[in-house]
């Protein structure tokens, strides 16, 4: 195998910011299915723009940056930072476009007929018109601070994503009349929907806080004639962009001086329709943007606020019904985790089984007086006060404990310096990352003095050690005392914490280190096994694919006969399909109710299968910036509960699996008649309520796997 691939010609890749975009319409088609419950569609509908505010933060922002540096760089695809941007633009519009329609035209008049009202303030009751006044004048007039913009008043800094309204004034002085602007920027403190009182059990209205202040604007402004007001918000870089960007040579020089610079500056405006021309171009001439940075916006401006309605108290049928995860098999009745996995190893699979089970398994080496230390990486937890507090606990009964912490996660919370704080009070070790790298990896090592050795207990995840997400994010863990694991898992402990080179794993794939290299001597055994005529069948789930030497490996398989399955839940910039070099590469993704999370990887290996998991997706980012840790699944019993239950109910999905064609697209699978529906994500919810799960048999005649029969597939496709 060389150690150089030759590089990949642009058209036989796909653009990654364009591929993020695809993704996010597959959320937003959740938030567009008459078949899913309203208020999961409703929550879909918010993830859509949640995502999209991030993207702009971020990607947009980066784009942005590449054109200031005037260094012109062309992505892998091809494509300039200014064309990648005006096709972001584009498809962006679209996108933003169809959501609103959505919400007009399907998600309110479905919402309205269940009893929860957007209210225009001439549909109010009196009673009700007299409680918005006294709840402004009580709760909103006192924190709001009109802002006049004139030669004396210069145009403020707007936070990033506030609510914001321009109001066009009227003012009479003497004999002369001018008109003038001013904003009003809603403080956060402020909810975006004003909840009504309730009259009866069918009807809950809302009023959107932009339409409350606009309503009450002249109380503001005495004395002037309001003309027209106008709701908008700026979206800001987010500073996210430079850490883990695939940029180097003289791009790279230059974008951090750039980035010291361009810290906080606008990247998107949205204005509300019906706004002047003459108002939007002064917004965007105040914000440094120009017309294509301009979303016109017909709805209500930042929709993410709608979440607050999936929260309130509305009636069951509007939800999934609600999924109560058991404990794992394993741990079923048990008092001593302990014992449980001396005697093997234990798999566990969120949400659909409890992640209840990490914490219980943290807390009991907490309590335990035989266990001396307790080593855990900790990213995106949220400050879990379980979490937090075993670990305390734990020092306070005298065990060593050390915290290895990443607070640069995306979107980490305001409060994400404070958990860590009251570590380092409690008397834990806290490390806080490495330079240049981010701590991705999720492990726990838990060290204990059992009757006959000192043993080292493993947890390692492929998500993160939050007990909120893990209601909502598919990802699978392993909990082992193999000798092995625990030796690496020290290892890389010790490395992290201490001042020494990394030695190396025995078990473990560790980037950057040496989890690209490992993972491309994988590929190319399949690639040599399929030359000799020998089974040969990769299978792997992951959220993004983009490194440029994974995806030339896949391609080089691909041409050697090698089938290959991919379940990738956002970005691919793999192009499957073309005919000649990915023609055995299928690429599906799955959104659905849980987010899919869980790094998986099948390798056949001449019917000696072997399966890995972990924390890192196959994205250059993953294998150089990061510390990642990928590790084998031994137990045989493990292994055919992956393949029968994890990856071969992906891979015969026809309900919510959406397949990538070679122009970038995705499709929908359509069910051909005789043949069932078959929902992953609801056939997995049904195996947790009911008996222990199985491995798949050998011989059976649907498994998706190579050595099984393969039956014909149950779906045609459909362009969406």
């Known amino acids: 195998m060389s150690s150089e691939p030759p590089p990949i010609e642009p058209q036989y890749l796909l653009n990654r910011e364009l591929s993020w975009l695809e993704f996010n319409q597959r959320v937003l088609e959740q938030a567009l299915d008459p078949a899913t419950p309203l ?76 009893g929860i009202r957007f209210m225009r303030f001439a549909e109010l009751t009196g009673p009700e018109l007299a409680w918005v006044e006294a709840f402004y004048r009580a709760q909103i007039r006192p924190v709001l601070t009109p802002l006049g913009l004139d030669p004396a008043h210069p145009f403020p800094q707007l936070l990033n994503k506030s609510l914001n309204t321009v109001v066009q004034l009227e003012i009479t002085e003497g004999r002369q009349t001018q008109r003038r602007l001013a904003v009003v920027q809603v403080p956060r403190v402020l909810p975006r929907l004003v909840q009504l009182p309730r009259h009866n059990s069918k009807r809950q209205p809302y009023l959107f806080m932009g339409d409350v202040i606009g309503h009450y604007l002249a109380d503001l402004f005495p004395g002037t004639k309001i003309r027209g007001f106008w709701n908008f918000r700026v979206t800001r870089n987010a500073e996210l962009y430079a850490r883990e960007e695939e940029t180097s040579g003289p791009l790279k020089a230059v974008e951090s001086d750039l980035l010291a610079r361009r810290r906080g500056a606008a990247v998107r405006l949205e204005v509300e329709r019906g706004c002047p021309p003459e ?66 190893d234990v798999l566990l699979h969120h949400p659909y089984e409890n992640f209840g089970s990490v914490v219980d398994f943290l807390k009991q080496a907490a309590a335990d007086p035989d266990v001396l230390a307790i080593k855990q990486t900790l990213y995106r937890t949220g400050g879990d006060p379980q979490i937090v507090g075993a670990l305390m606990e734990a020092v306070q009964k005298g065990k060593q404990v050390a915290a290895v912490v990443e607070l640069k996660a995306p979107n980490q919370e305001t409060h994400g310096v404070l958990w860590p704080r009251r570590l380092e009070e409690a008397g834990v070790h806290v490390v806080y990352g490495l330079v240049g790298c981010k701590i991705h990896a999720n492990l726990c090592l838990v060290v204990r003095k059992d009757s ?25 863990g392993l909990l082992t005392c193999r000798p092995e694991f625990g030796e690496d898992a020290a290892g890389l402990f010790n490395f992290l914490t201490g001042i020494c080179q990394f030695q190396g794993a025995k078990k473990f794939l560790v980037a950057p280190f040496q989890l690209q290299e490992r993972m491309l001597q994988l590929i190319a055994r399949e690639t040599q096994n399929a030359g000799k005529g020998l089974p040969a069948r990769i299978i792997a789930r992951m959220n993004s694919l983009s490194d440029l030497d994974i ?90 509960r ?43 919810i049904k195996l947790s309520q009911g008996p222990s799960p199985r491995p798949a048999a050998a011989g059976k005649q649907d498994s998706a796997f190579p050595h099984f029969k393969l039956a014909p597939d149950p779906f045609t496709a459909k362009p969406i």
């Open 642 to 684: 992956i393949r029968g239950e994890l990856l071969e109910t992906a891979l015969r999905d026809n309900v919510k699996a959406r397949f990538l064609t070679s122009s970038g697209t995705y499709i929908s699978p359509r069910h051909t008649r005789g043949k069932v529906a078959y929902r992953s994500q609801s056939e997995l």
């Open 452 to 476: 006959d050795a000192i043993r080292r207990y493993v947890h390692l995840g492929t998500g993160f050690y939050n007990p909120e997400t893990a209601r909502s994010y598919v990802d699978i």
């Open 279 to 344: 108002i939007r171009a002064s917004l965007l001439e105040n914000l440094g943007l120009k017309e294509p940075d301009l979303f016109v916006i017909n709805g209500p401006i930042n929709l993410i606020r709608l979440l607050a309605v999936t929260e309130g108290d509305h009636s069951p049928d509007l939800r999934e019904p609600p999924l109560v995860a058991p404990p794992p098999l394993a741990l079923r009745g048990e008092t001593n985790f302990f014992d449980v996995i001396r005697r093997g």
């Open 551 to 640: 995806i030339a490996a896949l391609y080089d398989a691909s041409r050697a006969g090698v089938e290959i399955d991919l379940t990738v839940r956002g970005i691919c910039c793999l192009r499957p399909g073309v005919k000649g070099l990915s023609e055995r590469i299928t690429v599906r993704s799955i959104v659905d109710r849980f987010w899919e999370h869980s790094r998986i990887f099948y390798f056949e290996n001449a019917c000696q299968p072997e399966i890995w998991a972990g924390s890192a997706d196959w994205i250059s980012q993953s294998f150089h910036r990061r510390i990642e840790v990928v590790f084998p699944i031994d137990d045989g019993n493990l292994c055919e």
């Open 39 to 114: 208020l999961e569609r409703l929550k879909f509908f918010c993830a859509f723009s949640a995502n999209l505010d991030e993207f702009f933060e971020v990607r947009v922002a980066g784009l942005k940056l590449q054109i200031e540096s005037t260094v012109v760089e062309r992505s892998p695809d091809g494509l300039t930072a200014t064309e990648t941007l005006q096709a972001v633009h584009r498809r962006a519009r679209q996108l933003v476009e169809r959501q609103y329609a959505c919400w007009r035209n399907d998600l309110r008049p479905q919402l309205a007929r269940h």
